[in-house]
T-cell receptor, first 116, second 114 residues
Framework: GAVVSQHPSWVICKSGTSVKIECRSLDFQATTMFWYRQFPKQSLMLMATSNEGSKATYEQGVEKDKFLINHASLTLSTLTVTSAHPEDSSFYIC????????????FGAGSRLTVL | AQSVTQPDIHITVSEGASLELRCNYSYGATPYLFWYVQSPGQGLQLLLKYFSGDTLVQGIKGFEAEFKRSQSSFNLRKPSVHWSDAAEYFCAVAGDPGANNLFFGTGTRLTVIP
């Protein structure tokens, strides 16, 4: 079945540094990938939608300069948290949609970011 | 505004007992409804979804859910819970079957005791 891998699964960084999280579709081509953020005991919130080869579409309230999303290939999207601060600590989850299965979303296992 | 409410933050059931997880939604258009399960270290897995037609939908792992438009509910049920069902369960709503903008509830954590 379709598999989405996120890396790293857990990252700790110092305040002011940038962190890159990768989301890969391992066995299918993903034309669209979604990035979500999950705070403890809260629901997943959609941050942005990225389509291969084009700029990401960000949800209202999400800083595009803070959360850089790149979807350079059909199997890889990256989320870079720039100049991270403690309030950026969260669980980031991606999902991907296959070109051939428009109504199926496959989720990654998530990446936990802790900013000290 | 759209919203999804899962009133139960944490539910504990005995193995073999029946289970019902509640979900209420508010959506201005025709809702497309989903239930996902999240196990530790794993991605969200789709249990079932409702788009139209029969309001009782069957999913994987023996789960089912019933769409009740009059109550704006989409409760998840399982007649006999297994220890492996312990996980976090999320109800979600979208405005299209492709789930381009999934709106999630806050989740219900299920604990199964022997």
């Amino acid at each position: 079945g379709a598999v989405v891998s996120q890396h790293p699964s857990w990252v700790i960084c110092k305040s002011g540094t940038s962190v890159k999280i990768e989301c890969r579709s391992l066995d299918f081509q993903a034309t669209t990938m979604f990035w979500y953020r999950q705070f403890p005991k809260q629901s997943l919130m959609l941050m942005a939608t990225s389509n291969e080869g084009s700029k990401a579409t960000y949800e209202q309230g999400v800083e595009k300069d803070k959360f850089l999303i790149n979807h350079a290939s059909l199997t890889l999207s990256t989320l870079t948290v720039t100049s991270a601060h403690p309030e950026d600590s969260s669980f980031y989850i991606c999902s991907a949609r296959a070109l051939s299965r428009a109504n199926v979303l496959t989720f990654g296992a998530g990446s936990r970011l802790t900013v000290l | 505004a759209q919203s999804v409410t899962q009133p139960d933050i944490h539910i504990t059931v005995s193995e073999g007992a029946s289970l019902e997880l509640r979900c209420n939604y508010s959506y201005g258009a025709t809702p497309y409804l989903f239930w996902y399960v999240q196990s530790p270290g794993q991605g969200l897995q789709l249990l079932l979804k409702y788009f139209s037609g029969d309001t009782l939908v069957q999913g994987i792992k023996g789960f089912e859910a019933e769409f009740k438009r009059s109550q704006s509910s989409f409760n998840l049920r399982k007649p006999s819970v297994h220890w492996s069902d312990a996980a976090e369960y999320f109800c979600a709503v979208a405005g299209d079957p492709g789930a381009n903008n999934l709106f999630f509830g806050t989740g219900t954590r299920l604990t199964v005791i022997p």
